[in-house]
């Protein structure tokens, strides 16, 4: 399979299990919600826990630097267990339109590759911190030319 960034992908497989991936994880703090150990999990009902193990995994084949079309296949059927799962947990009403992009996850990694290659959150992080930088309703640019020079 050809990515648009194919200079930044090999795929292959990794052939790591789920909990191998997690005992051995990076420990920093991104890691740790990325594989879904971001609390007391003693406390969550089974199901619940269960079912974010589903987002978890899916979440973290689709993140991999390679990716095979077996990882694919196998989050985006995650992702449809996931959906279901979290309807039977939480119900109909709360399937938000988040809930449903999940299952279309899997085919935007084939068509652009993995999900960190088009992640936004470094922009929405940029536009915070210029946000910031205003102080007022008017003449925003300035402000923030200005504030850009006293830093």
Do not use: W
């Amino acid at each position: 399979m050809v990515f648009p960034h194919q200079d930044l992908l090999e795929c292959r497989d990794v052939g790591d299990s789920y909990n191998d991936l997690v005992r051995n994880s990076i420990a920093d703090p991104k890691s740790k919600m990325l594989k879904g150990v971001c609390g007391p999990t003693d406390k969550m009902p089974q199901a619940q826990f269960q079912n974010l193990e589903l987002l978890v995994k899916g979440i973290s084949l689709l993140n991999q630097e390679s990716i095979s079309i077996d990882n694919i296949n196998e989050a985006d059927e995650i992702f449809k267990q996931f959906c279901c799962g979290f309807q039977n947990i939480y119900g109909l009403r709360h399937m938000s339109s988040n809930i449903h992009l999940l299952r279309h996850l899997a085919q935007s990694v084939r068509e652009t590759g993995p999900l960190f290659v088009t992640s936004a959150y470094k922009f929405e992080d940029l536009n915070g911190k210029m946000a910031s930088l205003v102080h007022g309703t008017t003449q925003a640019p300035k402000q923030i030319f200005k504030n850009i020079a006293l830093a």
